[in-house]
């Protein structure tokens, strides 16, 4: 009967080593939410441009923007990874049903076995290599959730953008329209004069291809106009067929009361996702390199089994059948193929990496806060000028209009100039929208924060 009970006990117990844990223990952790990502955005600086459709837009992108759910799921991802490598910092419990058949050297018949083995393992982190793990895998959740920001800032400077280029670009094919009817009349006008023998043919061909040039260039503009609808509807998640009916101010409407900052504190640089991602990734790194290092350290295991064993599949619940084990191991690896060592390098040389990499972070994150300023600035200035060379073209148009009234020139000439005053203002439009996209740089460049 000690024979029976003795290779019951090895049956089990090497089951037991050798089946993987029904359940394991893991603590769950909710991921940063939507809403927690959003209040950190400084949306407050978008209703400071006092155009509510374009505050709608940028709400819609917010709920349905398929690329934000995808760094939002990415977040969740992480969380769920660092539950699994956490997992193995707690014990595992199985149970289970183990039928078999056995027969003893000494006998000749053979005997069927129940066993209903409950067992337990857990593993003894003596050196915390376990729990650097984890702690890795909770700054990749970090990063994690600064990529995740990162995605919102640039969907809504992105929304924002394209919404600013479709009212440019109804501007710019309105004014274009009158480009188009004006070298028409010149056009006109040029071949009757031909005809009378007052301008050349030259002259007349040159004309017809200037207003060939204006009905090509239009069609450039809607090209670019359906384009960027289509891409204002893929923003906000929305199907590009509906972008026909999609509404934005007026061009003229637009009203940019932002100042323009003298300068930007440095230290705004430590709040962008990419400088904080790159932070963290260099903590984790390190912690990368202890764990490597303490793979050449042993592993201590403790072993829990609690089985009950009988010949009867009625009866295996009961005390007087239960086997109990109570064990342990330790192991050290002494030949592992170099493996370990190379690891270890590996891990020494990710993090040497991740040292270049944050100080590439850094000064790339005060050159792009450093650009966007010096755009904003320069920009500003140059869009005064423009306005100067315009106010002084609808001068000039004003006294030419004077002049062809009392029949000094010729409305050939009147539309000449017109056009000249057309083409200044389509200049006008594109500096004063640039405007506008090198605010929404400097938002995206301080990562949205209050300047």
């Known amino acids: 009967m000690k024979q029976k009970k003795l290779v019951t006990g090895i049956l089990i117990a090497a089951l037991f080593i050798n089946t993987a844990p029904i359940y394991a223990f893991t603590v769950k952790k909710e991921s940063k939410t939507e809403k927690t990502v959003v209040s950190d955005l400084n949306l407050d600086w978008w209703k400071e441009l006092n155009d509510p459709i374009l505050t709608d837009y940028i709400?819609?992108?917010?709920?349905?923007?398929?690329?934000?759910?995808?760094?939002?799921?990415?977040?969740?991802?992480?969380?769920?990874?660092?539950?699994?490598?956490?997992?193995?910092?707690?014990?595992?419990?199985?149970?289970?049903?183990?039928?078999?058949?056995?027969?003893?050297?000494?006998?000749?018949?053979?005997?069927?076995?129940?066993?209903?083995?409950?067992?337990?393992?857990?593993?003894?982190?003596?050196?915390?290599?376990?729990?650097?793990?984890?702690?890795?895998?909770?700054?990749?959740?970090?990063?994690?959730?600064?990529?995740?920001?990162?995605?919102?800032?640039?969907?809504?400077?992105?929304?924002?953008t394209t919404y600013y280029n479709i009212v440019k670009l109804d501007k710019l094919i309105t004014l274009q329209q009158e480009i188009i009817k004006d070298r028409k009349q010149i056009y006109d006008l040029m071949k009757l004069s031909n005809e009378q023998g007052l301008v050349s043919t030259a002259d007349t061909v040159s004309a017809n291809k200037a207003y060939i040039k204006a009905n090509t260039d239009i069609i450039e503009l809607k090209k670019s106009h359906e384009r960027m609808l289509n891409m204002l509807a893929v923003l906000t998640g929305d199907s590009p067929e509906n972008s026909a009916n999609y509404k934005r101010i007026s061009f003229d409407d637009l009203n940019l009361n932002k100042n323009i900052p003298l300068y930007i504190q440095s230290e705004i640089i430590q709040s962008r996702p990419d400088y904080i991602s790159a932070e963290k990734n260099l903590e984790k790194t390190g912690l990368d390199v202890r764990v490597a290092k303490k793979d050449f350290l042993p592993s201590f295991n403790i072993l829990g089994l609690l089985s009950f064993n009988s010949t009867k599949y009625f009866s295996a619940m009961n005390w007087t059948n239960?086997?109990?084990?109570?064990?342990?191991?330790?192991?050290?690896?002494?030949?592992?193929?170099?493996?370990?060592?190379?690891?270890?390098?590996?891990?020494?040389?990710?993090?040497?990496?991740?040292?270049?990499?944050?100080?590439?972070?850094?000064?790339?994150?005060?050159?792009?806060?450093?650009?966007?300023?010096?755009?904003?600035?320069?920009?500003?200035?140059?869009?005064?000028?423009?306005?100067?060379?315009?106010?002084?073209?609808?001068?000039?148009?004003?006294?030419?209009?004077?002049?062809?009234?009392?029949?000094?020139?010729?409305?050939?000439?009147?539309?000449?100039?017109?056009?000249?005053?057309?083409?200044?203002?389509?200049?006008?439009?594109?500096?004063?929208?640039?405007?506008?996209?090198?605010?929404?740089?400097?938002?995206?460049?301080?990562?949205?924060?209050?300047?």
């Open 59 to 160: 709400v819609k992108a917010l709920q349905y923007n398929h690329d934000l759910k995808i760094a939002t799921l990415k977040v969740e991802e992480t969380t769920q990874n660092k539950n699994i490598t956490r997992s193995r910092e707690l014990p595992s419990i199985g149970v289970g049903a183990v039928p078999a058949l056995y027969k003893l050297p000494s006998e000749t018949n053979s005997e069927g076995l129940i066993s209903l083995p409950i067992y337990a393992n857990y593993e003894l982190d003596l050196f915390g290599k376990n729990r650097d793990k984890t702690k890795s895998m909770d700054k990749l959740i970090e990063i994690s959730a600064q990529n995740e920001k990162s995605a919102y800032i640039s969907v809504i400077s992105a929304v924002g």
């Open 322 to 451: 239960a086997f109990g084990l109570l064990g342990g191991n330790a192991a050290l690896s002494l030949f592992s193929g170099g493996a370990k060592i190379a690891n270890l390098k590996l891990q020494k040389n990710k993090y040497k990496q991740a040292i270049e990499n944050y100080q590439k972070t850094n000064l790339t994150a005060i050159q792009e806060v450093n650009d966007a300023l010096c755009d904003l600035k320069l920009d500003n200035e140059k869009y005064l000028k423009t306005l100067e060379s315009y106010d002084a073209e609808k001068q000039d148009y004003y006294y030419t209009d004077l002049k062809y009234k009392e029949g000094i020139i010729s409305y050939l000439d009147l539309l000449q100039k017109k056009e000249a005053l057309l083409t200044t203002e389509k200049t006008v439009t594109n500096n004063k929208t640039e405007l506008f996209i090198n605010q929404i740089g400097l938002y995206k460049a301080v990562a949205g924060a209050k300047i």
